[in-house]
């Protein structure tokens, strides 16, 4: 069986810990070396990741490329409008072709259908690197930096402030598998979507971790664990006033952090937009940690790979 890596859930709770340990291990054994070196073991040497890119991307881009390095592997990347993808090619025929040569693919796309449409006719495995649904693979860094600051993950509490999109489907779809609290606030109209909400909400009978949907900023952050947000304008989406407006009242402010848990941890997948979701005090400020969160992309990226290869759970 090929394994997917689409959305959170294709791998489930156990795996994900699995994984996430070994992003533990493996950024703690190779603490210090230069970052093009292998790791001593190299498992995934002789395989080579084709990374497909509809939309722009530097951390997603940079920290597969620099992973599979690491891993001992090698990548091609690859920009979608200067393939054939771009001029019309199906992207079962991309799936097919791709198969025959390299050994996984990660794609970033818009429509979330395109993915799974590449992972039914591949026969390697394929990555979700973003759609307009989900980011799994950047909820993985976010886990991986909690993880590090508070040793655990069950019976804490993210509050996410802001739109409901993509990135936000993914912390719904790991608070349900990792038990995690998920409280969130956003404007009237900007809630995250649906479906996803009810598969997360079916997910909690075996716990006690809840998801929850307010319009009170305050309420959601009120003793929280974590604080995080994300751009009001996603790629592919037109900058529209009155979005931005809707959205204002959820910036994450000094006042916002310190409604929080004390230690609260901030955290933003980037690139951030200053003075919209975030103001500088809060993002550059000592509860962030959005550097860390960055680089672990890297070793997140790199137990997703080995799982996807059969190297862990
Ligand atoms: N966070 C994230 O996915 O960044 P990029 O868009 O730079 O890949
Ligand atoms: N929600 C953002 C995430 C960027 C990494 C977007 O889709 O543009």
Same mark, same amino acid.
């Given at each position: 069986?090929?394994?997917?890596?689409?959305?959170?859930?294709?791998?489930?709770?156990?795996?994900?810990?699995?994984? @996430?340990?070994?992003?533990?291990? +493996?950024?703690?054994?190779?603490?210090?070396?230069?970052?093009?070196?292998?790791?001593?073991?190299?498992?995934?040497?002789?395989?080579?990741?084709?990374?497909?890119?509809?939309?722009?991307?530097? +951390?997603?881009?940079?920290?597969?490329?620099?992973?599979?390095?690491? @891993?001992?592997?090698?990548?091609?990347?690859?920009? /979608?409008?200067?393939?054939?993808?771009?001029?019309?090619?199906?992207?079962?025929?991309?799936?097919?072709?791709?198969?025959?040569?390299?050994?996984?693919?990660?794609?970033?796309? !818009?429509?979330? /259908?395109?993915?799974?449409?590449?992972?039914?006719?591949?026969?390697?495995?394929?990555?979700?690197?973003?759609?307009?649904?989900?980011?799994?693979?950047?909820?993985? %860094?976010?886990?991986?930096?909690?993880?590090?600051?508070?040793?655990? @993950? /069950?019976?804490? #509490?993210?509050?996410?402030?802001? !739109?409901?999109?993509?990135?936000?489907?993914?912390?719904?779809?790991?608070?349900?598998?990792?038990?995690?609290?998920?409280?969130?606030?956003?404007?009237?109209?900007?809630?995250?979507?649906?479906?996803?909400?009810?598969?997360? +909400?079916?997910?909690?009978? %075996?716990?006690?971790?809840?998801?929850?949907?307010?319009?009170?900023?305050?309420?959601?952050?009120?003793?929280?664990?974590?604080?995080? #947000?994300?751009?009001?304008?996603?790629?592919?989406?037109?900058? =529209?006033?009155?979005?931005?407006?809707? $959205? $204002?009242?959820?910036?994450? #402010?000094? =006042?916002?952090?310190?409604?929080?848990?004390?230690?609260?941890?901030?955290?933003?997948?980037?690139?951030?937009?200053?003075?919209?979701?975030?103001?500088?005090?809060?993002?550059?400020?000592?509860?962030?940690?959005?550097? !860390?969160?960055?680089?672990?992309?890297?070793?997140?990226?790199?137990?997703?790979?080995?799982?996807?290869?059969?190297?862990?759970?």
């Amino acid at each position: 069986m090929t394994r997917h890596f689409l959305d959170l859930a294709d791998a489930g709770g156990d795996a994900i810990a699995a994984m @996430l340990a070994d992003a533990l291990d +493996r950024k703690q054994a190779r603490a210090g070396w230069p970052k093009g070196r292998a790791d001593s073991d190299a498992p995934l040497a002789g395989h080579t990741l084709a990374m497909i890119f509809e939309k722009n991307s530097t +951390r997603t881009r940079v920290s597969f490329d620099m992973a599979m390095r690491q @891993l001992g592997g090698t990548t091609i990347v690859m920009d /979608a409008g200067s393939m054939q993808l771009g001029r019309g090619e199906s992207i079962a025929d991309t799936a097919r072709v791709l198969s025959r040569y390299v050994d996984a693919i990660m794609i970033r796309t !818009d429509d979330h /259908a395109k993915v799974a449409e590449m992972a039914h006719h591949a026969t390697v495995p394929v990555i979700n690197g973003l759609t307009d649904h989900s980011h799994p693979c950047q909820i993985m %860094a976010d886990m991986l930096t909690v993880l590090e600051r508070k040793a655990k @993950l /069950a019976g804490s #509490t993210w509050a996410w402030l802001g !739109d409901g999109n993509n990135v936000l489907h993914s912390i719904i779809e790991a608070g349900s598998l990792l038990h995690f609290d998920v409280r969130i606030a956003c404007p009237d109209g900007y809630d995250p979507d649906a479906g996803m909400l009810a598969a997360a +909400r079916g997910r909690l009978d %075996a716990s006690s971790a809840t998801i929850s949907v307010t319009r009170d900023p305050l309420e959601a952050v009120a003793g929280a664990d974590v604080v995080v #947000t994300d751009t009001w304008i996603s790629m592919g989406q037109t900058q =529209a006033e009155a979005k931005l407006a809707a $959205m $204002m009242p959820y910036q994450v #402010t000094p =006042a916002v952090m310190a409604a929080a848990a004390p230690d609260a941890t901030f955290l933003h997948c980037l690139p951030a937009h200053r003075g919209e979701e975030v103001v500088d005090a809060v993002i550059d400020g000592p509860q962030s940690a959005i550097w !860390d969160e960055a680089e672990n992309r890297l070793h997140a990226q790199k137990a997703v790979l080995l799982w996807c290869f059969g190297r862990i759970g």
